[in-house]
């Protein structure tokens, strides 16, 4: 139930936002934690590490060569 109150509101508001950023957070770094090859940002370092992971990202990613996804190599 919303205060009649606007600056208490407000003031909920702002906290409520706040615990559920962190409890988004929270969820995401241990999904990152959970899910290393589907993470983006450690993604590439995963892969480059496996290489059975590799021909399986590519046969996912890459139709004739060209990756649908994001490039799997930078070389141009």
Known sequence: MPYKD???ERIYQ???RARNRERIRAYDRKWKRDNPEKNRANGRRY???NPEKIK???KQ??????AIGYPISNGG
């Open 6 to 8: 606007a600056e208490k």
């Open 47 to 49: 892969r480059e590490n």
């Open 56 to 58: 399986e990202y590519r």
């Open 61 to 66: 990613y890459c139709q004739d060569g060209r």
């Open 14 to 16: 702002r906290e409520y």
